[in-house]
């Protein structure tokens, strides 16, 4: 399926609720994940969970349970208290079927943000989310949490899949300039206004909405983002390429859900996998595509497959994000380390008495899987919850995914 075919809809509906136009779509309104209830049995699921694993926590089961369900039966909904909202986000990291990266979940950085509620005011929090996960290069794994969806007021939300995304600029000739995935969703901000550069790697800016504004558009500064120029350790011409990335890999259109609660707006980061830059985002053929004018500098025979130049031209590419990161002291992890990190994860979860859920074909890495530990095992699928999910009119819009999975373009 052309990936453009799949974001039209989505874009519909978004451009419905930026111009209010009823021949775009019957209800331009926001979009909610649900009704805003929050599911009791799943909310004494989670506190009793939270009481389990922290036995020091202040204050009574009961009585926190019994409020809970007042406050349910008052209102629809309940409030998390700090420490709920920070292991609940915790753990939705830990239940993250598809993410390689889960070792370190218990350290992740949570900012509450549920009293932010003006577009612009979430804008700046972005901003901030930004700049402290990036952390000059040091990455920090972080999730900012704002409102929640309440009953007949759905919380805040972004539309674009991550914080940091780049144009794609359809040409005369029907190629792109920049990202060829973003084409549609350029187009769309062109039209709300966007000035846009034309060039190959520029940010898109956030398309932020709440529940008494329509989307509204704000700038990513270029300041706050961080880019990696390619070099590679051997090819002096691979710089001439002119091709870069950015550090931080935010997702944004990911809905959070703990204890009953949905969190539409929940961003959140950890670093790159090699592999995520150098075998997809710059390699699939619906993106930048890079393989076919690597092997070209390369000087390898392009004219059958069994001479392997992709292969070879991909792990040359793969060498050259590894090697640019660790030149610019930007953290980032390759994947036979991250594959052997989460068997570490996998058997300190088994200690702890926990299972862990996980989707084999977005653990195992898409080079060189077969010859990573990873590869030669099963694994429960089992959706537990906390977690995060990608809501249906969303799910195409943007394909934002866990940070670490290798299927993450």
């Given at each position: 399926?052309?990936?453009?075919d799949?974001l039209?809809?989505?874009?519909?509906?978004l451009?419905?609720a930026?111009?209010?136009?009823p021949?775009d779509?019957?209800?331009?309104?926001?979009?909610?994940?649900?009704?805003?209830r929050?599911?009791?049995?799943?909310?004494?699921?989670f506190v009793?969970r939270?009481?389990?694993?922290?036995?020091?926590?202040?204050?009574?089961?009961?009585?926190r349970?019994?409020e809970?369900?007042r406050?349910?039966?008052e209102?629809?909904?309940?409030?998390?208290?700090h420490?709920?909202l920070?292991?609940?986000?915790?753990?939705?990291?830990?239940n993250s079927?598809?993410?390689?990266?889960?070792?370190?979940?218990?350290?992740?950085r949570?900012?509450?943000?549920r009293?932010?509620?003006?577009?612009?005011e979430i804008?700046?929090?972005?901003?901030?989310?930004?700049?402290e996960?990036?952390?000059g290069?040091?990455?920090?794994?972080?999730?900012?949490?704002f409102?929640?969806?309440a009953?007949?007021?759905?919380?805040?939300?972004?539309?674009n899949?991550?914080?940091?995304?780049y144009?794609?600029?359809?040409q005369?000739?029907?190629?792109?300039?920049?990202?060829p995935?973003?084409?549609?969703?350029t187009e769309?901000?062109?039209?709300?206004?966007?000035?846009?550069?034309?060039g190959?790697?520029?940010v898109?800016p956030?398309?932020i909405?709440?529940?008494?504004?329509?989307?509204?558009?704000?700038?990513?500064?270029?300041?706050?983002?961080?880019?990696v120029?390619?070099?590679?350790?051997?090819?002096?011409?691979f710089?001439?390429?002119g091709?870069?990335?950015?550090?931080?890999?935010?997702?944004?259109?990911?809905?959070?859900?703990?204890?009953?609660?949905?969190?539409?707006?929940?961003?959140?980061?950890?670093?790159?996998?090699?592999?995520?830059?150098?075998?997809?985002?710059l390699?699939?053929?619906d993106?930048y595509?890079?393989?076919?004018?690597?092997?070209?500098r390369?000087g390898?025979?392009?004219?059958?497959e069994?001479?392997?130049?992709r292969?070879?031209?991909?792990?040359?590419?793969?060498?050259?994000?590894?090697?640019?990161?660790?030149?610019?002291?930007?953290?980032?992890?390759?994947?036979?380390?991250?594959?052997?990190?989460?068997?570490?994860?996998?058997?300190?979860?088994?200690?702890a008495?926990?299972?862990?859920?996980?989707?084999w074909?977005?653990?195992?890495?898409?080079?060189?899987?077969g010859?990573?530990?990873?590869?030669?095992?099963?694994?429960?699928?089992?959706?537990?919850?906390?977690n995060?999910?990608?809501?249906?009119e969303r799910?195409?819009?943007?394909?934002?995914?866990?940070?670490?999975?290798?299927?993450?373009?």
């Amino acid at each position: 399926m052309n990936p453009s075919d799949t974001l039209t809809e989505p874009l519909t509906r978004l451009r419905a609720a930026i111009t209010g136009c009823p021949h775009d779509h019957p209800n331009p309104g926001p979009v909610t994940s649900g009704t805003g209830r929050a599911d009791l049995a799943e909310a004494e699921d989670f506190v009793r969970r939270h009481h389990r694993e922290h036995p020091d926590q202040p204050g009574p089961l009961l009585a926190r349970l019994l409020e809970i369900r007042r406050q349910i039966h008052e209102t629809g909904t309940y409030r998390h208290t700090h420490d709920e909202l920070v292991f609940g986000a915790r753990v939705a990291w830990r239940n993250s079927s598809r993410c390689i990266g889960r070792l370190y979940w218990h350290s992740l950085r949570v900012l509450d943000l549920r009293d932010a509620t003006a577009p612009e005011e979430i804008h700046q929090h972005l901003i901030t989310h930004l700049r402290e996960g990036t952390n000059g290069g040091r990455i920090r794994p972080t999730i900012s949490v704002f409102a929640p969806d309440a009953p007949g007021r759905p919380g805040p939300r972004v539309w674009n899949d991550q914080l940091i995304r780049y144009a794609g600029y359809r040409q005369s000739d029907g190629s792109v300039v920049g990202d060829p995935a973003y084409a549609e969703f350029t187009e769309l901000v062109s039209r709300m206004g966007w000035n846009a550069p034309g060039g190959p790697f520029d940010v898109l800016p956030l398309i932020i909405s709440t529940h008494d504004t329509k989307p509204q558009l704000f700038d990513v500064p270029a300041d706050d983002v961080l880019e990696v120029p390619l070099s590679h350790p051997e090819h002096a011409w691979f710089a001439e390429l002119g091709v870069r990335w950015h550090a931080l890999p935010a997702i944004s259109n990911m809905r959070l859900r703990i204890g009953g609660i949905d969190y539409p707006l929940a961003p959140f980061n950890g670093w790159y996998m090699g592999t995520e830059i150098g075998a997809r985002n710059l390699v699939d053929e619906d993106r930048y595509d890079l393989l076919p004018l690597i092997a070209a500098r390369l000087g390898l025979d392009t004219g059958s497959e069994t001479t392997l130049w992709r292969d070879r031209a991909l792990v040359e590419l793969n060498v050259a994000v590894l090697h640019s990161f660790a030149e610019a002291g930007v953290k980032i992890s390759d994947h036979h380390t991250e594959s052997r990190r989460f068997l570490t994860h996998v058997e300190k979860e088994r200690r702890a008495g926990r299972t862990v859920p996980a989707d084999w074909t977005w653990i195992v890495p898409p080079v060189s899987g077969g010859i990573t530990p990873v590869f030669h095992r099963t694994y429960d699928q089992a959706d537990q919850r906390p977690n995060f999910y990608l809501d249906p009119e969303r799910r195409e819009l943007g394909r934002g995914r866990c940070p670490y999975s290798h299927a993450q373009p």
